[in-house]
């Protein structure tokens, strides 16, 4: 009896041996013509949530600078005697404050900000203080420039003490450069009306101030009104081919008055009107009533930044309708008023593209950029559906149509990834013979293995597939941007990639969340004030970018495609070609928990074709699917490159379990 179950037991390990050791063999198609890969295939989504731009991207310091918030002093305390004006010399901005000596010896008069959570500032870096004045009652005045920081361990929390001369009763900008001695998290930013000597001055005396302002001088290229460094230069380094910009829902506004008009956001700074931030109060559970859009980060500055980074830009405008979560029919735009949204489109055609001769044209040139932006694709319309919204796309497709021909047209497939809105509107833009359809997903974990193959079924003609806001949402909610939910994104991709026929571009969502602010999880890179870090799905889209492709090729397992059905044991693959590079790229998700053996071989290989002997293995994996980067260890999960022997026409190696590996094979 001991021996038959000693037999057995030997057996059945046996078996498992031959079963972990026989590698799973999957199939590159060498000869096949495969799909071309747009240059657009991978970007990045941009848009004004969790203090993604004011408070982050957008380096400026001090919150609500121009004073022209709702509440005109939100993120400001006021001391002795200070009164708010709004004749200003910024018409679209037109509240300042006006500094007065208080009349007596103890009680000075100033102003101090709060910053986005505070105002960090690295010792050693230089800052750039600038504002807006204008002395009133003496020739001369001085303000005192303070940082001051709530850190008791340093030896004076007044870090920096700076006086500034104000010299001119005209408005006049004047600007400081200065350093700190400490590193601080949590500054302030005060500013005091020095009074010598109450008797000799009247409390009519003092200055007006407006447009306060702080940046680091080491933003991103080290431009003026410039995006924080760290932040940029981690958006940079994902390679994006596309970039669409300002958003999502902050192109609909809570009603139409609070929709993002790009008129209000380019000129100079001062002069861009501040609007709310819709996010401040999406949320009931997450209400921020600070969050507002100085705009410093505008239509100009996204457009210089695409170009900086290498992607196409991708503006989407109001097509005139509310956001309709919020609202009903009724807070939409007449067909009549439909017209200056179609016009307000056409201008910013205008804007990017246009001669300097033009009026757009020469906003632009004026702003430090005379050549066009090539402006190629316009996002019409967020996340709507019905009707409403077809009776106000048409007409607006065939204006820009007949205007601009030579621009693409992304329309939409509202907010949700199937049923009757989408299918009512897919039909519609198929009838309407848009160039791009942009579809949205946020969804449970089953809906990334479910869907690997979702574009296999689509149409072949019609409209292209701009998959445009998409993330893995862990299930029942509890967990967000761990490992597990980038490997479930990791093996969907393999389908765009497959289908790279009809998907032409793809960005995660959303982009950048403030640790502090956040309304929305997961998103793909997180900070703080100080520090920051990349998700574990900003790997998985930086793998992909980063080893794009230009011709995508069949793959195959067990001679169907490699979508972790019956079989495959959790498989997902694609494979491309890059023809610049001379290489071959295969992609291949491990969903299953235990390492897998495979081999991979190109059929159809030219008989010259030969392998490099050693090959780049890129594996992105987790000793816990459950593990995450966070801010604190920024680091836990990366990819790790190795280099592995090649067999000259084919690979084989072993697959870490629930890993994501990249392996890169150059031809000889
Ligand atoms: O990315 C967050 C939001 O999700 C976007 O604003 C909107 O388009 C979608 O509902």
Redesign the pocket.
């Known amino acids: 009896m001991k021996k038959t179950v000693f037999t057995l037991f030997a057996l059945c390990v046996m078996l498992m041996t031959v079963h972990a050791a026989t590698p799973q063999r999957l199939v590159v198609d060498a000869a096949a013509k495969g799909h071309p890969i747009a240059n657009t295939m991978y970007g990045l989504?941009f848009?004004d949530?969790n203090y993604a731009a004011d408070g982050g991207l957008y380096a400026e310091l001090v919150k609500n600078r121009s004073f022209d918030f709702d509440h005109p002093t939100l993120g400001w305390r006021l001391f002795g005697n200070v009164e708010l004006c709004n004749d200003g010399p910024f018409e679209r901005n037109p509240n300042y404050m006006r500094l007065r000596y208080s009349g007596h010896r103890d009680i000075h008069t100033g102003l101090e900000n709060e910053g986005f959570f505070g105002i960090a500032l690295k010792a050693g870096d230089e800052y750039r203080f600038s504002l807006w004045a204008r002395s009133h009652g003496e020739a001369e005045q001085t303000l005192s420039l303070n940082i001051v920081s709530d850190d008791y361990t340093l030896e004076n929390t007044v870090i920096k003490h700076i006086p500034v001369r104000i010299t001119s009763s005209e408005w006049r900008k004047y600007e400081v450069v200065f350093t700190v001695p400490a590193t601080i998290r949590d500054g302030r930013l005060r500013l005091i009306l020095e009074q010598p000597d109450p008797k000799q001055y009247s409390t009519t005396t003092g200055v007006d101030v407006e447009h306060i302002s702080l940046f680091p001088v080491d933003t991103y290229r080290g431009e003026k009104n410039g995006l924080r460094k760290d932040l940029a230069e981690a958006l940079a380094a994902l390679k994006p081919g596309i970039f669409r910009f300002p958003?999502?829902?902050?192109i609909e506004g809570t009603t139409l008055e609070t929709r993002y008009q790009w008129k209000n956001s380019v000129g100079p700074v001062e002069n861009r009107p501040v609007n709310q931030n819709r996010w401040h109060y999406t949320f009931r559970h997450r209400l921020f009533p600070d969050y507002y859009q100085s705009y410093g980060l505008g239509f100009y500055e996204f457009f210089c930044f695409a170009e900086q980074i290498g992607a196409k830009p991708l503006p989407v405008v109001s097509c005139g309708l509310a956001c309709q979560f919020q609202n009903d029919k009724t807070a939409h735009c007449s067909m009549e008023e439909l017209q200056t949204y179609i016009d307000d489109a056409l201008d910013l055609i205008e804007f990017a593209n246009g001669d300097p001769t033009t009026t757009w044209g020469k906003v632009r040139a004026e702003m430090g950029h005379p050549e066009p932006f090539n402006l190629k694709y316009l996002g019409i319309g967020?996340?709507q559906w019905g009707e409403e919204f077809i009776v106000r796309f048409e007409p607006f497709l065939q204006a820009v149509r007949e205007k601009h021909p030579e621009i693409q047209v992304v329309g939409t497939s509202g907010?949700s990834a199937s049923g009757e809105r989408f299918d009512y509107l897919w039909q519609e833009m198929h009838r309407l013979e848009v160039d791009l359809v942009d579809e949205?997903y946020?969804a449970p974990e089953t809906f990334f293995t479910e869907n690997a193959d979702r574009y296999d079924k689509y149409p072949r003609t019609g409209p292209k597939v701009f998959a445009g806001?998409y993330a893995c949402h862990g299930a029942n909610g509890k967990k967000f941007n761990h490992f597990n939910a980038s490997l479930l994104e990791a093996a969907f991709m393999t389908g765009l990639e497959r289908n790279a026929d009809i998907v032409r571009m793809a960005t995660f969502?959303?982009l950048l969340a403030h640790a502090e602010g956040w309304q929305?999880r997961p998103d793909l890179i997180w900070f703080d004030n100080l520090r920051m870090m990349r998700s574990t799905s900003y790997y998985v889209q930086q793998l992909y970018a980063t080893n794009r492709g230009t011709r995508s090729l069949p793959i195959t397992l067990n001679g169907v495609a490699a979508i972790g059905k019956e079989g495959q044991n959790g498989l997902y693959a694609s494979a491309v070609m890059d023809e610049k590079a001379g290489c071959y790229i295969v992609k291949v998700a491990n969903l299953a928990e235990e390492a897998q053996p495979i081999e991979i071989d190109f059929e159809g290989l030219k008989r010259n074709v030969r392998f490099a002997p050693t090959a780049e293995r890129i594996t992105l994996s987790a000793d816990d699917p459950m593990a995450e980067n966070t801010l604190d260890n920024p680091t836990r999960i990366v990819p790790r490159s190795e280099w592995i022997p090649s067999n000259g026409n084919s690979i084989t190696t072993t697959l870490t379990g629930r890993s994501f590996t990249v392996l890169k094979i150059n031809l000889q």
């Open positions: 989504f848009e949530i958003g999502g829902c902050i967020n996340e907010p949205h946020y806001e969502a959303p929305w």
